[in-house]
């Protein structure tokens, strides 16, 4: 059956009737349940305490993702503050030598700007200097006067730590083998430019030894026929003032456990990928125990992966960094990811922002994997058609951890956040994700945060708005969800799936705690929870506003819990919704305590697909499931305050239990659909009144289960 779907055929089962008119009504005792004014009770005075959410009347939690970092741009228009690194139509497009680096108003040189004569301004006064200039005739001896004309003229192994090599303008065929503590100086990005060289060499930079770090700077690594630059076994490399652009294979590389790799002022742009199973096409790559450090890097145009971090002892640390634009790897027919961090090793990243990718922004993967970011912008994913594989934001999975604090996460296919596997953490704190919205071609859903078989999820004020399919999911066995405030908004149908827009969905065994939620102007369902080991404890939340399903115009459920999941609510006001406030269906176990259930009204359906449910509403139902509602106001449905029906085909009892609350102006109060049903488990101190009737028996339309959210 359809997710959503009333099943009609049930209905035909039961034999159910429509909704009867009760012109019989007394306004007395009504087979034992009495009306307010008769009995003496409350009438509508029991005290129901409110949820209590501070930021209740301003609709979102207070998530601080401003003040933005320095250079950053505030952007307002939504429910959050939300910051950018870049002008608004983000980063620009730069001229030769330039890049436009993330916090910064627009393109600048990349290093030093250009100078007027043949080296740079820079060059150290003290240490030795060796002077190379691609334009000076052959023979020279490497001084200012005589400078040597070719870089393969210098004897890179005699050099002592300390010295200079100086490149003046001009393009350098060969490669660089430096000592430890040796610094080759470009004049500028623009005009100082290496080619590699058409040899089985590995890379055009490497360094030689261990010891002080080797030094790059102002120069450009331009379509070499190698990696760019590598360190490896221990040894120490810094990048300042670079441009690599295409390199082949790799742009820069770090491996072996006690190697460094310093980049500042850098740009990885267009790397290249020879089109088979052994070519990678990365930006940056570092793993088995090496060491990143890096501030203000840009990453762009690589293949499959802008920035690799992978092996336990392997760490990365980024700030004010951008990657972006990965493209496909051309061979394995997969999309690409910005970022990996996998086997162990520890990634961390301040003002970070990963822009415009075809598959998956980030990954973290594997034991021992550990992410953190902060000030951090994940935006704009979209695969091709045709792609297959993950698709989405940030996905956390296999006993990886992931702490994210001031995060955005926004227009991505699939999901935002996605993570699975035994040992794998998520904790957010202050984070938005919004709009995963895929084309409606795409075979993908566009869930906001979901949460599968053993992950954990802790978060604090998180807003997930505008997403398609479910908001928040969790689903499996050894799934938790510890969550406070929290908002879900506005979680729109799933043309893909023909699927509904559920706030927040619990199922297959997952747990779920929420503490100060607002759930509002979703369709389908507010809360949904389903299966045996499903268990949610909620207090203090609010639902409202739920919206029917666009194409049949059916569901808009407030609270529906069924086959076999538990629910422990606490202060808890559902209001504006259709058909049903709360509904335990099918052996689901719902208690609840301080439970205001208002406005509900019926499924816009009830005109044109599903007539039986014309006019009908309920505020709260137990369907063969179990409902205790403790100190409760139910006000205002078209049909029942109360339903209880037995269905036998799903073998389950029904039991409603009512203690200390108010029914008022509904057609019935209780509508009770089970022979012999004890009324008194309906009046202990519970106040009906200004209904039609206080009971009926009419055979009603009931809730069918809605059937857990497809994988």
């Not at 570092?286 to 920035?307: I, K, M, N, P, W």
């Not at 061979?331 to 301040?350: C, K, Q, T």
């Amino acid at each position: 059956m359809n997710r959503g779907g009333l099943a009609v055929a049930l209905l035909a089962s039961l034999l159910l009737l429509l909704l009867a008119a009760c012109s019989d009504d007394d306004g007395g005792t009504d087979g034992g349940i009495r009306d307010a004014a008769t009995d003496g009770g409350s009438d509508g005075g029991v005290l129901v305490a409110p949820p209590d959410i501070p930021w209740l009347d301003v609709g979102v939690p207070p998530i601080m993702l401003a003040p933005c970092p320095d250079g950053w741009r505030e952007v307002a228009g939504g429910s959050v503050t939300e910051c950018d690194p870049y002008p608004e139509g983000g980063p620009a497009t730069c001229g030769l030598g330039e890049a436009h680096f993330p916090g910064e108003p627009e393109c600048r040189p990349i290093g030093d700007a250009c100078p007027a004569g043949d080296y740079a301004t820079t060059l150290p006064t003290d240490g030795t200097v060796i002077y190379v200039n691609a334009a000076a005739a052959a023979g020279g001896d490497g001084s200012v006067e005589t400078p040597y004309a070719s870089i393969s003229n210098v004897t890179w192994t005699s050099l002592g730590a300390g010295t200079t090599v100086a490149l003046a303008k001009g393009s350098y065929e060969g490669v660089l083998p430096l000592k430890a503590g040796v610094q080759v100086v470009g004049a500028c990005v623009r005009d100082t430019i290496l080619t590699g060289l058409a040899a089985p060499v590995p890379s055009v930079v490497s360094v030689t030894g261990a010891g002080e770090a080797a030094v790059l700077r102002n120069l450009a690594i331009t379509n070499p026929p190698q990696t760019a630059a590598q360190v490896e076994r221990g040894r120490s490399l810094s990048l300042e003032g670079v441009l690599i652009d295409r390199s082949y294979d790799l742009g820069i590389t770090a491996w072996g456990a006690g190697s460094t790799l310093t980049l500042t002022d850098t740009v990885v742009r267009d790397t290249r990928f020879d089109g088979t199973s052994t070519g990678i096409g990365r930006g940056v790559l570092v793993e088995d125990g090496a060491q990143l450090h890096a501030t203000r890097l840009v990453v762009t145009g690589s293949r499959y992966t802008g920035v690799f971090v992978g092996q336990e002892g392997t760490a990365a640390t980024l700030t004010d960094a951008f990657v972006g634009g990965t493209r496909r790897d051309g061979f394995s027919g997969l999309g690409s990811v910005e970022v990996i961090v996998e086997g162990g090793a520890r990634f961390e990243a301040a003002h970070l922002m990963v822009l415009g990718n075809p598959a998956i922004a980030m990954i973290a993967r594997d034991d021992g994997t550990q992410v953190f970011l902060s000030d951090a912008v994940l935006r704009d994913t979209d695969a091709p058609e045709g792609d297959v594989g993950e698709i989405g934001g940030l996905t956390v999975r296999d006993g990886a951890i992931l702490t994210a604090i001031r995060l955005l996460i926004a227009e991505m296919p699939a999901q935002g956040i996605f993570s699975t596997g035994d040992g794998t953490e998520v904790s957010l704190q202050d984070v938005v994700v919004r709009d995963s919205n895929p084309r409606a071609s795409r075979n993908v859903h566009g869930r906001g945060v979901a949460i599968g078989f053993g992950a954990h999820l802790e978060a604090n004020n998180l807003l997930v708005t505008s997403n398609r399919d479910v908001g928040i999911l969790g689903a499996g066995g050894g799934a938790v969800l510890t969550l406070t405030n929290v908002a879900v908004q506005t979680t729109d149908y799933d043309v893909a799936q023909d699927t509904g827009g559920m706030g927040i969905g619990i199922q297959e065994g997952a747990r779920f705690e929420g503490v100060m939620l607002l759930v509002t102007g979703n369709r389908d369902v507010g809360i949904y929870g389903a299966g045996p080991g499903s268990a949610l404890s909620v207090s203090d939340a609010v639902v409202r506003d739920m919206r029917p399903r666009q194409s049949d115009g059916t569901q808009g459920h407030g609270l529906h819990i069924e086959g076999g999941a538990h629910f422990d609510g606490r202060r808890i006001h559902i209001d504006q919704t259709l058909l049903v406030g709360v509904a335990a269906v099918s052996g689901a176990d719902v208690q609840m305590e301080d439970l205001t259930v208002t406005n509900i009204e019926p499924m816009a359906c009830a005109s044109s697909t599903c007539p039986d449910f014309a006019g009908i509403a309920y505020a709260a139902v137990a369907v063969s499931g179990t409902l205790r509602l403790t100190r409760f106001e139910l006000r205002s449905a078209t049909a029942c305050g109360v339903m209880l029906h037995s269905v036998a085909a799903w073998m389950n009892p029904v039991s409603l239990d009512l203690q200390s609350g108010a029914i008022s102006e509904m057609a019935i109060g209780a509508c009770v659909q089970e022979d012999g049903y004890d009324l008194g488990r309906l009046s202990h101190d519970v106040a009906y009144y200004d209904n039609g009737t206080n009971l009926d028996s009419t055979m009603l339309p009931v809730p069918s289960p809605l059937n857990p959210v497809a994988p």
